[in-house]
């Protein structure tokens, strides 16, 4: 089982940037998956996460601004970041929930990607 993170980037404060989840190995459709972030010295916190039914549950820092959606037939699961702020500068990853309800909880999580760097600049 393998994720794969991309679209990690540079942006100024109020852009957007839209990141991706790509996942092989596993049987998609029946895992929940989330997007958790590590900014430089901190623990990794959760953000948002989609069940296998696609209900999506966020941060209170990511309610309003982001959006997680997936598409099975694609195998990936994108994060939609809009209005980004510097504080949401960090490492993004994105794992796998076998309980398929998208849990907050890391550890409920497993195949981590190498994770997407987004830096917000002032």
């Known amino acids: 089982a393998k994720l794969v993170e991309s679209g990690g980037g540079l942006v100024q404060v109020g852009g957007s940037l839209r990141l991706s989840c790509s996942a092989s190995g596993f049987i998609f459709e029946d895992f929940a998956i989330g997007w958790f972030r590590q900014p430089p010295g901190k623990e990794r916190e959760f953000v948002a996460s989609?069940?296998?039914?696609?209900?999506?549950y966020y941060s209170d820092s990511a309610k309003g601004r982001f959006t997680i959606s997936r598409d099975d037939a694609k195998n990936t699961v994108y994060l939609q970041m809009d209005s980004l702020t510097p504080e949401d500068s960090a490492v993004y990853y994105c794992g796998s929930d076998g309980t398929g309800w998208g849990m907050r909880a890391r550890d409920a999580y497993k195949n981590w990607g190498q994770g997407t760097q987004v830096t917000v600049s002032s």
């Open positions: 989609i069940s296998w039914k696609s209900a999506p």
